[in-house]
């Protein structure tokens, strides 16, 4: 019996030494150099992964720093004091990124876009895109259960009284969670440069697009006439933005546009308690006559 045991002993003790060999082995003929101020940068950096500056990870971001391939100064989350750190720990330049946010390209609250029907399911964006397209007027439009609230890992989107997402302009990082999360593909990372935005997406025209939404774009053309030469154009009944020549807008382009579908926006996109923007003159009637799905 205890020859038994000791032979049993031995094989697993001679198994172990081999695969540690083996181990031992392959370890040294795979290893592969790691520059240690990777670690050293990565630990600087916030380490939320948010993938802002373009990388999968802070760590990818530090590996690209360390070989200059990136600035320190792409990062939007971290501070000035930890991105000028990093460039003085490597001796190079902190460079500079212009801020970027999120911009949502619809103005449609609840106030301005009349649901079709009530929803009873669960309360989510993605959950009601699936049933008919969402419940608003607009196919094109803000369907308002903020997840792009509840995905925003810096608490930077808040909904407001009309069911719109506001973001905070000095708190966002352009990370993209809400380009992602977005059923509609509404929300778009924009600098803050570009102020000239065309707040819709819908692609009817005229009356028709005024009387599902009170500011969606009816492709009237007024922004066309008002800006310079090439800055805009119309495609699809709606107006398109040419961002190359973004030097040359201004916000004479929102002057006559009379469902207020563009407009000239600096910091903050919506207000956290937005009052319906009817067009003047316009009377909007609400009807209760609605189906439940």
């Not at 990870?57 to 939007?76: D, M, Q, R, Y």
Request: proline share 4%; with cysteine; hydrophobic share 40%.
């Amino acid at each position: 019996m205890w020859t038994e045991i000791v032979i049993a002993v031995g094989i697993l003790v001679g198994l172990g030494l081999s695969f540690a060999v083996v181990l031992a082995v392959a370890n040294k003929q795979f290893w592969v150099y790691e520059d240690p101020r990777i670690d050293a940068v990565t630990d600087i950096l916030p380490g939320t992964n948010c993938g802002a500056c373009g990388e999968p990870g802070c760590h990818a971001f530090a590996e690209s720093i360390v070989k200059g391939t990136a600035l320190p100064g792409k990062c939007t989350v971290s501070s000035a004091d930890g991105i000028e750190k990093i460039a003085e720990y490597l001796g190079v330049d902190a460079g500079k990124e212009e801020k970027r946010v999120a911009r949502l390209q619809c103005a449609g609250g609840r106030m301005e876009d009349r649901e079709k029907a009530d929803y009873l399911g669960q309360k989510t964006c993605r959950e009601l895109a699936v049933v008919h397209g969402g419940n608003k007027g607009c196919a094109w439009g803000c369907l308002g259960l903020a997840d792009c609230e509840r995905v925003c890992t810096f608490s930077s989107i808040k909904m407001n009284d009309n069911d719109l997402p506001v973001v905070n302009a000095e708190s966002c990082t352009a990370c993209g969670d809400c380009v992602d999360i977005c059923p509609k593909d509404l929300f778009t990372i924009m600098p803050v440069s570009h102020k000239l935005i065309v707040q819709c997406k819908s692609l009817l025209e005229g009356e028709l697009a005024q009387e599902i939404c009170s500011v969606a774009c009816d492709a009237c053309e007024r922004c066309v006439a008002d800006s310079v030469s090439g800055l805009i154009e119309m495609k699809n009944n709606l107006a398109v933005i040419d961002y190359s020549r973004n030097a040359l807008s201004s916000p004479s382009s929102t002057w006559r546009c009379p469902t207020g579908a563009i407009q000239w926006v600096t910091g903050q996109q919506f207000q956290a308690s937005s009052q319906p923007l009817f067009p003047l003159g316009r009377v909007e009637v609400l009807s209760d006559n609605k189906v439940s799905f």
